[in-house]
């Protein structure tokens, strides 16, 4: 069939194309390789199979280009697993000679992860990598790259004609007269791609149709249409999101198709011996089994699928006359209520009203065998009246399995029961759909479930929060000129004059400002640190005060909007600016106070620390395009609790625990649904991380929600903090690549009473992760913290304050969300006390060095037990080995690295079969004082009274009495070696000395080998010829003097 000519050309369609930007700007320090003690280099750019170059530039180590090289992005939803390889070559034209082909200066490789949108793209020097070992390379590249979408147009189609209905195919609006439910079977999959016989299939977790578990991305949520499309049937899906190239592998066999988890039949479970801290240990769950570490397994196999009933109600038409329109949801065990409905706009008539609501209720395909489910219809007006219902067998409702599209939702027509009178005449239909999923339904996270409290369910949701992006703030205070200086000071005052910024909460302070004879301005030169967060809408305030006198005096003020502050990502020079003063010491707002020099800058080169350390878990800087391409991804499967306590008293002395589980792991928290009113919660919901560096720590803790009980709005006093039930940590580098690890760890909580079990938490980790994968092997001699921490370091001190600040800001936002999380929550998951005094850390610290030194303890043992002839074999093989080192002595160095490698061998035997959660004992709350744990749980200042704060003073000062003899001990050591040549004692040191020229006599006359063994065996001698006193040179040196003498 042709088209006919007198129709109009359709018009063309646009599409939307992504263009990548490569500006190359300059490169610094190239190395010399063309012969003449110079290069002249060019830059190639790689990008999905598209090469670009610049120009040359001829004889120059640091190279300016400016130019900028342009890629198309083929896919944009692929684009962060493409690479963009960045290379720099001498021009083999311009070498001295005839060069057979181009010198390589080194190379910058990048991911598409690391990529920002235009507008927000930096100016960043990467220092240029090796092709390989033996390379030389040396020097930076200074890049901008971004990214940005145009709109283009293609030429139009020809019409093609439509294709028939398809049997089966139904109109939107068809209204059912009665609720007759169809189960339509999915034709089975193309010989292509036919799967191993199994219920789940590993799928992209990108796809519309989740998979049989709850995994929640980074990335938002794609919003849904009317339907879905099939999975595509031409290759696998594509990888989930953050994996590096090498890593898209994984999952897959060896013919691209995913590979479904081992089964378990048959397998023998091998119990572990309970360790000696008994019932605080983590232990095997019973009856699961851990898997293998092979590299190729099935996503979303960590958890148990939990079957639930989906009811989803979207709206009616046509309802009879009414006020206040409801639904109700009656099963043989659930009843529910929806929320009040909403009505449409321009329209002022409750007939046709909206809910857009979705309600879980638990299902049992045993008991849901004769049931039936109820959907009516109501007015809550004056008098509560019966519009309507629906009803449904349960045996005839559709299971939605993956990959199956949403179901879609349908009219059905609402009838009456038998004793409807003629005045309240049923009319008007109702679209809803019902099916029975699973917890990985797209519909489980905003669904209201059967068991929460129906005013509070959105308290009882699960959700995933995102911590906003924070930057250090830089405020260097230069100096300040023309201030209006207070007259009549006393003769020789210096005006103390100090600069003051304020950032929200935060407050910083400077110095004394310093004078010059020769001009009135004063001088800093000094760098005030503060914490901010993103969406940058805060103001820096500074105010210059005067505080000669009793009372501070203000002479002005700035206002800085944060926004307009300047971000840079490396240690490159900031320029100063002058910015005049307001509101002065006369009010005047329009009069000129005086003016002040800044350099201020957002840092996006440091990490934000805003938990400690030795637990952070996430290194990267703010600036995203310093990060590096993930080396894995973290899975964990929340299986649920065994055992919790009450923590909520329900009357008749009974008591119930509303008991919900937080991950944090990066910027990423994690929060499961609220499951009420039970002692034994099942979760059985997994979440994924992307994973940047394996030596970090995931964080697990479990709490009861109070929250939920809140009055709407606020009204009901204030709110009541969620209780904690307890946590554990994991850190990453102790799991082997692509183990499942399912285990048990005790939860505990440390009280002013003591310690106290409050129940054992399930869960099921894996660290997805190719074993031994370069990149992931590499990771370990890279430094741990970026690069402008050891560019400019921050003090101590100094980012302990910042990390405060940091906890602070992430607990405000966090409490902004929907459920709200708590601040009590995000600062015991952050450990924001953990820098509070308390003896039982300050003995647990003391242990843990004696645990340290132990092996040179063991040491010293064994070489006593060998010079006194404990073992005579042992002995004299040591004696054998003596001399064959000695006389040998090029291999002692290979012997000790010999013997540590055996160590290790050994070792493996006792290494840790499990994670380690929290250790009782090494926490020394196994036997603590009752006073010491009152006084670790006082506040800041103590709110004890003063009878019992002198009792801990005076202990504090026996303690630190004690140090202070350790301290002064070891002071008298080093100074008594200082005393050998210091002539402080002068017949010690002639006699020191007279020693030193025998020895050096004797060295220079008698081979070294002879010596050595004449001290070994000297040392080695047999008790026999021992004397029980001292030795000599040990009593010489105890007479030797020190400076304690000295002391007053």
């Known amino acids: 069939m042709t088209m006919s000519s007198d129709h109009p050309p359709p018009p063309p369609t646009t599409t939307t194309v992504r263009k990548l930007i490569v500006e190359v700007i300059e490169a610094r320090e190239l190395l010399p390789k063309d012969g003449q003690g110079s290069s002249s280099p060019y830059v190639v750019a790689d990008f999905d199979g598209q090469k670009r170059r ?90 901008k790259i971004y990214y940005y979408d145009e709109i283009a147009e293609e030429p139009p189609l020809e019409e093609a004609a439509p294709p028939p209905p398809q049997e089966g195919e139904q109109a939107p609006e068809e209204v059912m007269k009665k609720p007759v439910l169809v189960v339509l079977e999915e034709p089975p999959p193309p010989p292509s791609m036919q799967f191993p016989t199994t219920h789940h299939v590993a799928m992209d977790p990108r796809q519309h149709s989740p998979p049989m578990v709850v995994r929640f991305h980074e990335a938002p949520p794609q919003e849904n249409g009317h339907g879905h499309g099939p999975p595509p049937e ?41 360790p000696s801290n008994g019932d605080y240990s983590p232990r095997i769950i019973a009856g699961k089994s851990a898997g293998d570490t092979s590299e190729k397994f099935q996503a979303f196999d960590l958890v148990e699928p939990m079957q639930y009933l989906f009811v989803r109600i979207v709206k009616a038409r046509g309802l009879s006359q009414n006020e206040n329109p409801h639904v109700k949801i009656r099963t043989s065990g659930h009843f529910l209520r929806s929320k009040t409905a909403v009505i449409p706009p321009g329209t002022d008539s409750p007939a046709n009203p909206e809910w857009q609501q979705v309600f ?18 109501w007015d809550g007006g004056t008098s509560e009246k019966f519009l309507g219902g629906v009803c449904f067998d349960l045996s005839d409702v559709p299971v939605r399995d993956p990959p199956d599209s949403p179901l879609a939702p349908q009219w059905y027509h609402l009838e009456g029961g038998a004793a409807a009178e003629d005045q309240n005449r049923i009319s008007g239909d109702l679209q809803l759909s019902v099916w029975i999923g699973t917890q990985a339904d797209d519909a489980f996270p905003e669904s209201s479930s059967a068991d929460a409290p129906q005013p509070y369910v959105s308290y009882t949701r699960p959700k995933v929060y995102q911590a906003p992006k924070l930057w250090y703030l830089r405020v260097t205070i230069l100096e300040a000129q023309d201030l209006h200086i207070i007259p009549n000071l006393p003769p020789l005052t210096a005006p103390e004059i100090r600069v003051k910024g304020q950032l929200g909460f935060q407050s910083a302070r400077t110095r004394r400002g310093s004078m010059t004879h020769h001009t009135s301005a004063f001088h800093w030169n000094e760098d005030l640190f503060f914490v901010a967060g993103e969406p940058l809408e805060d103001s820096l305030i500074l105010l210059v005060e005067d505080r000669t006198g009793k009372d501070p005096v203000l002479l002005g003020h700035i206002l800085i909007p944060v926004g307009s502050i300047e971000q840079r990502i490396d240690d490159r020079h900031v320029a100063p600016k002058w910015h005049g003063l307001e509101g002065g010491p006369g009010g005047g707002g329009g009069s000129y106070c005086g003016r002040v020099h800044l350099r201020m800058c957002l840092e996006g080169g440091y990490h934000v620390l805003d938990e400690a350390a030795h637990l952070c878990s996430d290194f990267r800087p703010t600036a995203k395009q310093l990060w590096k391409p993930a080396v894995g991804v973290l899975e964990l499967g929340i299986l649920g609790c065994r055992g919790l306590l009450p923590m909520k008293s329900k009357g008749n002395g009974k008591g119930s625990t509303d008991s919900y589980c937080v991950a944090k792991y990066g910027k990423k928290w994690v929060r499961t649904r609220t499951v009420t009113d039970t002692f034994d919660p099942r979760w059985n919901e997994q979440y994924t991380w992307q994973v940047y560096d394996p030596c970090t720590v995931l964080t697990i803790g479990v709490f009861d929600n ?82 402008m921490h050891h560019l400019r370091p921050l003090g101590v001190a100094h980012q302990e304050a910042l990390r405060g600040a940091a906890a602070r800001i992430v607990a405000a936002w966090l409490a902004r969300s929907e459920p709200p999380l708590g601040p009590e929550v995000v600062r015991y998951m952050l450990d924001s006390d953990s820098q509070s005094w308390s003896m039982r850390k300050s003995k647990a610290n003391w242990f843990r060095i004696v645990a340290v030194l132990a092996w040179a303890v063991g040491l010293a043992k064994w070489l006593d037990h060998i010079r006194r002839w404990k073992n005579p074999v042992t002995t004299v093989l040591v004696h054998v080995l003596y001399l064959v080192l000695v006389w040998y002595p090029d291999l002692i160095v290979p012997t000790g690295f010999l013997y540590v490698f055996l160590i290790g061998v050994w070792y493996y035997r006792f290494k840790p079969k499990i994670p380690a959660g929290m250790d009782v004992k090494l926490s020394q709350v196994d036997r603590i004082d009752p006073d010491e744990l009152d006084e670790e749980f006082d506040t800041f200042p103590s709110s004890r009274p003063p009878e019992i704060v002198r009792v801990r003073y005076d202990r504090l000062r026996v303690l630190a009495a004690r140090v202070q003899m350790v301290l002064g001990d070891i002071a008298t050591q080093g100074e008594r070696i200082q005393a050998l040549v210091s002539w402080r004692d002068p017949r010690a040191t002639k006699l020191f000395i007279g020693v030193c020229l025998a020895i050096t006599i004797i060295m220079y006359i008698v081979p070294a080998k002879m010596v050595a063994v004449a001290l070994g065996f000297y040392f080695l001698r047999h008790p026999m010829f021992r004397d029980p006193m001292p030795p000599a040179s040990l009593s010489f040196f105890r007479r030797l003097p020190g400076l304690a003498d000295r002391l007053l």
Not at 360 to 377: D, Q, R
Not at 758 to 765: F, I, Q, R, S
């Open 234 to 274: 031409n290759g696998p899906p594509p990888p989930p999101p953050g994996f590096s190239p090498d890593l898209r592998k994984m999952q897959m066999g060896s013919n691209g198709v995913p590979v479904p988890p081992p089964t378990m039949d048959g397998e023998r479970v091998k119990v572990m011996r309970r």
């Open 54 to 143: 610049t120009s040359t530039v001829v004889k120059n180590l640091n190279p300016v280009w400016n130019e900028g090289l342009e890629f198309v992005v083929t896919d944009p939803k692929t684009m962060e697993f493409e690479e963009l390889n960045v290379e720099v070559f001498n021009d083999k034209k311009l070498s001295n000679g005839n060069a057979r082909k181009n010198h390589f200066l080194g190379r910058v490789k990048l991911y598409g992860s690391q990529f920002v949108r235009r507008g927000e793209e930096g100016l960043v020097y990467f220092t240029l990598e090796k092709k390989s070992v033996f390379s030389w390379i040396k020097g930076d590249l200074g890049l």
């Open 360 to 377: 879980a209720l638990g299902y049992n395909k045993e008991t849901a065998a004769n049931s039936t489910l109820e959907i009516s219809v």
């Open 706 to 787: 109070w929250r939920m009980f809140a009055e709407p709005g606020g009204g009901g006093g204030e709110e009541k903090p969620d209780c904690r039930v307890g946590k554990v940590r994991i850190r990453v580098s102790t799991l082997e690549s692509n183990k499942v690890y399912m285990n048990s760890y005790p939860l505990m909580v440390l009280s002013r009473s003591g310690l106290k079990k409050m129940g054992e938490v399930e869960l099921a980790v894996r660290f997805a992760c190719p074993s031994m994968l370069p990149d992931t092997c590499g990771v370990y001699g890279q430094p741990l913290l970026p690069r």
